[in-house]
């Protein structure tokens, strides 16, 4: 499975958007790549999942370049409500189900 | 659907108990997951079953831990002796494979101390 890095932190403002990276140089051709959210004292939640190009729902954005190298979870407009872990996860149908957990980028939203 | 449940939310044990941490997934969903998260660790996957077959079992800690799951509503994970150093919250998640996203649904979790 691919090996994600993505910054353990980040600092933002009410009514901002932020956009946390994901870098994955090893990724596979049949690889997703999945974000996740993580509440304290809760499980992670799915947010969204691409394969290439853009992929936006009623949550976030997620880009990916045409190498697929690196990927960008944005978040518009974000409340406090959306301080949490946020997790990159690189990952393929036929992996089994199985699924990495990476450090995952702390979101601090500030008012 | 009630979503993935967990028992118990929290359990506090002595060293060397035995410890049976409970999930039933999501119906319908063919893979099974135990996770542990820990500060110094993260969130590790221990073991995962796919239609109630273990699958990968290559993150369980040592052979104190086992995992089972006898039917596709209900798994365990259970610790015998227990020891401090297990001390973590456990999440259970499932997921279907003939869902449009690979998503996995996690369960609340169940805090575990061993003192």
């Known amino acids: 499975l691919a090996k994600t890095t993505q910054p353990i932190s980040m600092d933002s403002y009410e009514g901002q958007e932020v956009n946390i990276t994901c870098s994955h140089n090893n990724i596979a051709t049949n690889d997703y790549i999945t974000w996740y959210q993580q509440f304290p004292s809760q499980g992670p939640r799915f947010i969204i999942q691409g394969y290439k190009t853009k992929v936006t729902n009623e949550v976030a954005s997620l880009f990916i370049p045409a190498d697929r190298k690196s990927s960008t979870l944005s978040l518009p407009r974000v409340s406090l409500s959306d301080t949490a872990v946020y997790y990159c996860?690189?990952?393929?149908?036929?992996?089994?189900?199985?699924?990495?957990f990476g450090q995952g980028t702390e979101l601090s939203v500030k008012p | 659907d009630a979503g993935v449940i967990q028992s118990p939310r929290h359990e506090v044990t002595e060293m060397g108990q035995e410890v049976t941490l409970r999930c039933k997934p999501i119906s319908g969903h063919d893979y099974l997951f135990w996770y542990r998260q820990t500060m110094m660790r993260g969130l590790e996957l221990l073991i995962y079953f796919n239609n109630n077959v273990p699958i990968d079992d290559s993150g369980m800690p040592e052979d104190r831990f086992s995992a089972k799951m006898p039917n596709a509503s209900f798994s365990t994970l259970k610790i015998q002796p227990s020891e401090p150093r297990d001390s973590a919250v456990y999440f259970c998640?499932?997921?279907?494979?003939?869902?449009?996203?690979?998503?996995?649904?996690f369960g609340p979790g169940t805090r575990l101390t061993v003192t």
């Open positions: 996860l690189v990952g393929g149908y036929n992996q089994g189900g199985k699924l990495i």
């Open positions: 998640a499932s997921s279907s494979q003939l869902a449009e996203a690979y998503e996995q649904y």
